[in-house]
């Protein structure tokens, strides 16, 4: 696992920026400790996602990529 310099940002499809800060990395290494070695994929869904829907937390939404390829673990 390799810290990116951060903050990172991206646009979204409406053009807003948006932020993977310090904040967002701690939560992936508890919560998605998987997607570490993967924050250019994730930015990559932020900046040009297939499908989009509204996040339960009002003023957030989610993005998502119908096939997202990440780094072969062989």
Same mark, same amino acid.
């Given at each position: 696992?390799?810290?990116?310099?951060?903050? *990172?940002? +991206?646009?979204?499809p409406d053009g *807003?920026? +948006?932020e993977f800060s310090e904040?967002?990395?701690r939560h992936i290494m508890v919560q998605r400790p998987q997607l570490l070695d993967d924050v250019d994929a994730v930015?990559?869904?932020v900046?040009?996602?297939d499908y989009r829907e509204?996040?339960?937390i009002a003023g957030?939404?989610?993005f998502y990529q119908q096939r997202l390829q990440t780094r072969s673990a062989g």
């Open positions: 696992m390799t810290k990116p310099e951060l903050p *990172r940002t +991206v646009h979204d *807003r920026v +948006v904040e967002s990395w930015l990559a869904v900046a040009r996602p509204d996040d339960p957030r939404e989610r």
